[in-house]
Each structure stands twice: as C-alpha cells, then as structure tokens.
C-alpha cells in the first residue's frame, strides 16, 4: 500500500499566522483527504483535495481558513490560515488505495501536531 | 452520507479477560468497515477491514470482528486483552470514498 511522507511533525505557531502542512505520497492515487484530531477527541474530516479542482469541504470548514492545494496525484498541501489557540490540534492527511480486494484501503500520514501560542 | 456510532467513551477492563468494543453505523449504500488502533502519542494503525465475504474478520494483535448487516453493526472483540492494548479505538465506515470515523473507545486494561 501507498506510503505518506507528512511535513512538518510538529510545531509551535504564533497566533495570527499560517502554517502550511506538506503530504508526499510514493504512488499515485486517486483520491486524498485532510482530517483534525482535536484534543482528545477523534478524527474530523475537513476536505477532500481534488486533483486539479477546488478541494471538497466538509461542513464546518472553509477555504479561506483551510485552503488545500492538490497539482498532482502524489502530493497535497493544507495551510492553517490566521491561527489561534482552538486550532492547537493533529492533522493528518489520507489517502485512498483503491487496489483490488484486500489492498483497498486508507493510508495515514504520521501527523503534524500543531500548538498555537 | 455514512455515519459512525461507538457506543461506548471507555471500556475498562482487567487484564486477561475478553473485551468487546461496540459499533453501529449508518448508510444508504453498500459500505466498507474498518477499525483502528492509537496507542497514547502514535499514529493511527489498522486493526482489520470489512470489505466483502465473510463476515467474521480477523485482524492483528488478536483482533476480530463481525459485520452484522440487519443490525448494522460492527462490533470488536478480543478473548483475551493484555496490558499493551491499552489505547484508543476507532471504527470508521466509507461508502468507497470519504472516512468517517466515530467518536472513539478508549481501552483501559487493569491489572
């Protein structure tokens, strides 16, 4: 299955700044996904990022706070825009294998766990 | 749209004993059903999947679980649960794009 390379694993942001998460995968695939695990809880889908397109955003969420970039079929970014302390969380990044019987599936990056000061 | 269900926040069980860590799901279409695994401060790990055929599904550490389609139901089970497992567990559910997962089930395991 396809491995995610996910940049950076952790930070410390000043509120008020962006912080742009970086997310290489070793295949192509078709499909990508952006998701927030707040503090103890679980994990929140926020967009699909569509390659070529405007990324698909769950409700909750917004392009001018989580504007996601997807130019091809290994790679996605997801910036944190104007940041305060309620956004101190783990993102993570997905990605679909649609292989055939046992190899469908979703693969995780490892996280990037953000701390706004 | 697909819709998770963990029935349970915390399940504290004593070491050795069988533990069962229950899900429902939600869906107007045919689904995909997987269950994962955070140990404190680590990623997420895939215990099993439900993709097709046999309902009752093996995964690592001991894992199993069954798909029940007319109780829409998922349910996680180990005979035995050891110190180790102590972590947090997620069922998720996809209708074959999006992964919706559920609140979480944290495991405690006494001694």
């Known amino acids: 299955s396809a491995v995610i390379s996910q940049k950076p694993s952790r930070d410390i942001c000043q509120r008020g700044t962006s912080l742009t998460i970086q997310c290489q995968v070793d295949s192509q695939v078709t499909m990508m996904f952006w998701y927030r695990q707040q503090p103890g809880q679980s994990l929140t889908l926020i967009a699909t990022?569509?390659?070529?397109?405007?990324?698909?955003?769950e409700s909750g969420f917004v392009i001018d706070k989580f504007p996601i970039s997807r130019p091809n079929l290994t790679f996605s970014t997801l910036t944190v825009s104007n940041m305060s302390p309620e956004d101190s969380s783990i993102y993570l990044c997905s990605a679909l294998n649609r292989g055939r019987g046992a190899n469908y599936g979703y693969t995780f990056g490892s996280g990037t766990r953000l701390t706004v000061v | 749209a697909q819709s998770v269900t963990q029935l349970d926040s915390q399940v504290p069980v004593f070491e050795e004993a069988p533990v069962e860590l229950r899900c429902n799901y939600s869906?107007?279409?045919?689904?995909?059903l997987f269950w994962y695994v955070q140990y404190p401060n680590q990623g997420l790990q895939l215990l099993l999947k439900?993709?097709?055929?046999?309902?009752l599904v093996k995964g690592i550490n001991g894992f199993e679980a069954e798909f029940n389609k007319s109780q829409t139901s998922f349910h996680l089970r180990k005979p035995s649960v050891h110190i180790s497992d102590t972590a947090e567990y997620f069922c998720a559910v996809t209708g074959a794009q999006k992964l919706v997962f559920g609140q979480g089930t944290r495991l405690t395991i006494n001694p």
């Open positions: 439900y993709l097709s055929g046999s309902t």
């Open positions: 990022a569509n390659q070529g397109s405007e990324a698909t955003y």
């Open positions: 869906s107007s279409v045919s689904v995909y």
